[in-house]
């Protein structure tokens, strides 16, 4: 293009580049380019001196292109944008040539066919940064509200810390009731205290349970149990949000949890929150602490006949509630749904055998405020059990059900082998593992304090567990070879912690991304531990992958954190390196919108519209296209023909 000014910058990356590549001989290579009318190599171009360096030659030699040859440009390419930009040119006028996981990396054996083909990148990046246009920049109102998703303790620390900075936040929970897996535990690990303390609110100096924490205070804070979220779209600072809460039969506001209902109740149902241990009515109160601290009515399993109702005092029964939509516009989202335990029926005789039950059923006995009592009891006989058998990683880090580690699952096994040791020595505990992770701050010293209070570790494999009569025997193949028979008369199996059931459903929704462990994917595992693929919703605690609850609430501080700094800047701006259409080429095939990751093309008058805050820039329409209609600003035809022209012509 006619007036072209570029200037190649070749970076030595200290010797990650250097080392492999020729460097000068690339920048010498460079200025013999057309258009080219300056060309230097550096040490370290993203440092102050090399950033100094580029600033200098663009204001010295009028430069109008600038090419980068370095790192990949996921790395650098907005610290150059923005160096550009403070000099004086467009950030979208500037091209990184990837010569150091392109070239040197791969052909580090080979420095001269890295040197030659790191010659043809940059001559590639030369021609389509003289094929580059200006693109402007959109600012986006930000609407001074936040939803967060899940009423575990990791939702609930961030919808507390971001109400806490006043601003209006909505917390929708699907059950009944918030605390989450939390509530379940009458201790954790590594402070030895219930699950449901949660951190001091701004100028508190102590900690509350949840159910005495400022959620029903706080006036920022408005809470939806029993709720989902049925419909998800926009973008960054203008979510709309529509959201089902389900009735719950009985008005909190109005309960006063006298039981009444719950005596006169005929219908008996498995209690989900005590693990199946015991039985609960249609009518119930979830659990103690529970917020709101009222009776509900599982609508699945009531009868309707109505004695709740005649014996009410207080008139909250009403069997006749429907569900309520309640429709929102929120400048930001965090996701905190949280995990569930795998059931592992068929494994070691679960679901065969009463006396197998999982490391949160135990946890359920061994609360004061659960199905015992806090009593430890078989569920047999609802006798004392003299032999207990833990088993690890049942589910977990196994290819047949899920191959990663459950992470804090020996943990849970170690807390619960203590307390058992500490409350009743007679009892003879034993822990079969193949590996034991203890990957966190003071958790060598749990593994400590078991082996003192006599706690027997055994390295193998349980093969099978069975009945034998008069209780269970157990085959255990150890990791030398040997094998070990045992005769536990209660089987602990330590299952892997899954994402929720419904994690899918709300991925798609969400425009949301998974793992292939089926948990939410952050943007980066380092550098945006808490983002996601979509700007202005964000993701903490399990629901991104199995944690303790210190690592939860931290990563739920970080969360708000983000969060909040968001919604404190009021607006933001977003570049225009967006799709585009031609509406004189368009069909309205509607191809665009049904393959669009992030609903951000629509149907506006018989044309596609491109929602600009909401596209990344992925490509995908412009691909798509059977009419050539999508362009994609920054990629447009033009401009990736010069770069595959100028390889291929060598």
């Keep these: 293009m006619k007036g072209d000014r570029v200037g190649v ?13 020729d460097v000068k001989a690339v920048s010498e290579y460079a200025r013999g380019l057309d258009g080219v009318v300056y ?23 009028g430069l109008n292109r600038v090419v980068v040859a370095s790192c990949s440009p996921k790395l650098h390419e907005p610290t150059f944008r923005k160096l550009i930009q403070e000099a004086g040119l467009n950030p979208f006028l500037l091209e990184v040539a990837n010569i150091r996981e392109q070239c040197s990396w791969p052909h580090y054996h080979e420095p001269e066919k890295a040197t030659e083909k790191a010659r043809l990148l940059v001559k590639a990046a030369v021609e389509r940064a003289k094929q580059l246009e200006e693109i402007g920049f959109m600012k986006v109102d930000i609407t001074p509200s936040a939803l967060v998703i899940g009423g575990g303790l990791a939702g609930v620390q961030a919808a507390l810390a971001i109400a806490d900075l006043g601003f209006e936040t909505h917390l929708i929970e699907k059950s009944p009731s918030l605390g989450g897996q939390a509530a379940k535990l009458a201790s954790t690990f590594p402070t030895e205290d219930c699950g449901v303390c949660t951190p001091p609110s701004l100028g508190e100096t102590h900690r509350k349970c949840l ?9 920022n804070l408005k809470v939806y149990t029993n709720a989902e979220l049925e419909d998800f779209t926009g973008h960054i600072g203008s979510f709309k949000v529509r959201i089902k809460v389900n009735p719950r039969y009985v008005d909190p506001s109005v309960c006063v949890a ?18 199946g241990l015991n039985h609960r009515k249609a009518i119930y109160i979830p659990f103690m602490q529970c917020i709101p601290h009222a009776y509900v009515v599982d609508g699945k399993a009531c009868t309707r006949c109505g004695k709740c109702v005649d014996v009410c005092p207080v008139n909250a029964v009403n069997l006749d509630e429907k569900p309520v939509k309640v429709e929102l516009t929120v400048g930001c989202v965090i996701v905190a749904t949280g995990f569930q335990e795998f059931k592992p029926k068929g494994l070691h005789g679960y679901g065969v055998y009463p006396d197998v039950v999982t490391q949160s059923q135990l946890a359920r006995m061994l609360d004061p405020t659960g199905p015992t009592g806090g009593k430890l009891l078989r569920p047999s006989d609802s006798k004392p059990p003299r032999r207990i058998l833990m088993v690890q990683c049942v589910g977990s880090r196994d290819p047949k059900h899920h191959p990663y580690c459950g992470k804090i699952c020996c943990m849970i096994a170690l807390k619960h082998a203590k307390q058992i040791m500490v409350n009743h020595p007679e009892i003879e505990v034993t822990l079969c593992y193949e590996d034991l992770r203890l990957a966190g701050k003071g958790y060598e010293q749990y593994l400590e304090e078991c082996k003192r209070l006599g706690v027997r570790f055994l390295r193998g494999k349980v093969e099978e567990v069975k009945g034998n009569g008069e209780g269970l025997t157990a085959y255990v193949t150890m990791v030398n070879g040997g094998s070990v028979i045992l005769n536990p008369d209660l089987v602990v199996l330590s299952a892997a912690l899954t994402p929720r059931m419904d994690v899918e459903t709300l991925a798609r929704t969400m425009k949301l991304t998974l793992s292939p462990d089926g948990f939410f994917s952050e943007l980066h595992p380092k550098l945006a531990p808490v983002d996601t693929r979509i700007d202005g919703v964000y993701i903490c605690g399990a629901c991104q992958g199995p944690k303790d609850i210190p690592e939860s609430v931290t990563q739920a501080a970080a969360a708000a954190a983000r969060a909040a700094t968001l919604l404190m800047k009021g607006a933001v701006e977003v570049d225009l390196a967006k799709a585009q259409v031609n509406e004189e080429l368009c069909i309205a095939c509607g191809a665009c919108i049904t393959l669009c990751p992030y609903n951000a093309v629509e149907l506006k008058e018989g044309k596609a519209h491109v929602i600009e805050a909401a596209c990344k820039g992925c490509g995908i329409c412009t691909a798509e296209c059977p009419e050539g209609a999508m362009q994609l600003r920054h990629f447009k035809d033009n401009q990736i023909a010069a770069v595959v022209e100028a390889v291929l012509g060598g």
């Design 9 to 21: 910058f070749v970076c030595h990356c200290g010797m990650n580049i250097a080392k492999a590549v």
């Design 39 to 61: 060309a230097v190599d550096y040490e370290f171009l993203c440092s102050e001196e090399g950033q100094k360096l580029i600033r200098e030659a663009i204001e010295s030699h």
């Design 211 to 219: 159910y005495r924490s400022s959620i029903r205070e706080s006036p």
């Design 258 to 275: 006298c039981g009444k209902c719950e005596a006169v109740c005929p219908v008996e149902v498995s209690n989900e929150f005590n693990e």
